[in-house]
């Protein structure tokens, strides 16, 4: 099992920055990926920006040149810094981790309990 502890959402103003943290405990496999979905009401969840334990990345177009996603492996954390942020970034931010033993076995799955930004003047 794997536990998601994320902070550092908030209130912003249009235009400001934020940055979210992500700390997972457990049993950590060394093949996963770390990331970053948001919902907005009425919408469905999406995803945000990801990250891969070898470093990998991958964004929404939406995100990109703004948000910038980076991960301590040493402390199983992954950051999202979100700048220029615009009330369409108004959202609750969810954690989400997967990883496999091996190549052998499947991947599980894991979120966070979510964190609320909201981006208004």
């Known amino acids: 099992q794997v536990q998601l502890v994320e902070s550092g959402g908030g209130l912003v103003q249009p235009g400001g920055s934020l940055r979210l943290s992500c700390a997972a405990s457990?049993?950590?496999?060394?093949?996963?990926?770390m990331g970053w979905y948001r919902q907005a009401p009425g919408k469905e969840r999406e995803l945000v920006a990801a990250?891969?334990?070898?470093?990998?990345?991958n964004y929404a177009d939406s995100v990109k040149g703004r948000f910038t996603i980076s991960r301590d492996n040493a402390k199983n954390t992954v950051y999202l810094q979100m700048n220029s942020l615009k009330p369409e970034d108004t959202a609750v931010y969810y954690c989400?981790?997967?990883?496999?033993?091996?190549?052998?076995?499947?991947?599980?799955?894991?979120w966070g309990q979510g964190t609320q930004v909201t981006v208004s003047s």
């Open positions: 457990g049993t950590i496999f060394s093949s996963n990926a």
């Open positions: 989400h981790q997967k990883q496999r033993r091996s190549i052998y076995t499947s991947w599980s799955y894991y």
């Open positions: 990250m891969t334990s070898g470093g990998g990345t």
